[in-house]
């Protein structure tokens, strides 16, 4: 396991060299103990470098199940989910984890809708919704033969409708990025470019005007009418 992490962390520049060489040393070390959560992840790192994404999630899914962290409900917790649902019957289940697989690349959850291992951004959250809203919906015409009063909303207009400017997105933003350099305190490899990124872009579009902006949309939305 050892010699597979210094060839994964102290890599040449040719990348396809130091996975098949990595993956090697891995391999070898599951042979000895199998039930390792950084193991697994690592695994999971190379699989997906080399396309192997089916490889690569059930890596990191027995990674996020071996993890003795356990902040996220496992498989074991998933299953017993489905299966009390399942035996009870009329009782509707929002399968958020399928949801996040189906709509993730690869169906590797990460990047786009988390900023860490377990927290989600705005759009993790705006996908979480669709799911409890797709099983109301069925409630809805299953039980009392009718239609919600209105479409699900689009993320934009999600984002609309709760005042969600780009001034709060950015501040939203900054909170996220100073909360995940405090995990790299202890795990520096949280990857933070990509929502550096995303906040860059976002501020971009700041200006002078952007907090008389922000606070109009905030009070132009029902929630602040009421």
């Given at each position: 396991?050892?010699?597979?992490?210094?060839?994964?962390?102290?890599?040449?520049?040719?990348?396809?060299?130091?996975?098949?060489?990595?993956?090697?040393?891995y391999t070898e070390a599951e042979k000895i103990d199998a039930c390792y959560a950084d193991l697994q992840f690592r695994l999971g790192e190379c699989r997906w470098l080399l396309g192997e994404y089916d490889?690569?999630?059930?890596?990191?899914?027995?990674?996020?199940?071996?993890?003795?962290?356990?902040?996220?409900?496992?498989?074991?917790?998933?299953?017993?989910?489905?299966?009390?649902?399942?035996?009870?019957?009329?009782?509707?289940?929002?399968?958020?984890?399928?949801?996040?697989?189906?709509?993730?690349?690869?169906?590797?959850?990460?990047?786009?809708?988390?900023?860490?291992?377990?927290?989600?951004l705005f759009t993790g959250d705006y996908l979480i919704a669709s799911g409890v809203f797709a099983e109301v919906r069925k409630v809805l015409l299953d039980r009392f033969h009718r239609e919600p009063v209105?479409?699900?909303?689009?993320?934009?207009?999600?984002?609309?409708?709760?005042?969600?400017?780009?001034?709060?997105?950015?501040?939203?933003?900054?909170?996220?990025?100073?909360?995940?350099?405090?995990?790299?305190?202890?795990?520096?490899?949280?990857?933070?470019?990509?929502?550096?990124?995303?906040?860059?872009?976002?501020?971009?579009?700041?200006?002078?005007?952007?907090?008389?902006?922000?606070?109009?949309?905030?009070?132009?939305?029902?929630?602040?009418?009421?």
């Open positions: 396991f050892t010699a597979g992490v210094d060839a994964q962390d102290h890599w040449d520049g040719d990348t396809a060299n130091w996975v098949r060489q990595a993956l090697d040393y490889e690569a999630r059930s890596a990191f899914t027995r990674a996020r199940d071996y993890d003795g962290f356990a902040i996220r409900a496992d498989s074991i917790i998933n299953e017993i989910i489905r299966e009390c649902t399942a035996r009870h019957e009329g009782t509707m289940l929002a399968d958020i984890e399928d949801l996040f697989i189906r709509t993730s690349d690869n169906g590797i959850m990460g990047g786009g809708f988390f900023y860490d291992y377990v927290h989600v209105r479409d699900m909303l689009s993320l934009d207009e999600c984002k609309q409708a709760l005042g969600m400017s780009r001034y709060l997105e950015a501040l939203f933003l900054k909170r996220v990025v100073e909360e995940v350099e405090v995990s790299r305190t202890y795990n520096t490899r949280l990857d933070i470019h990509p929502l550096k990124e995303q906040l860059a872009k976002v501020e971009s579009d700041i200006n002078d005007q952007s907090f008389d902006s922000a606070l109009e949309a905030l009070q132009s939305t029902e929630l602040y009418k009421e």
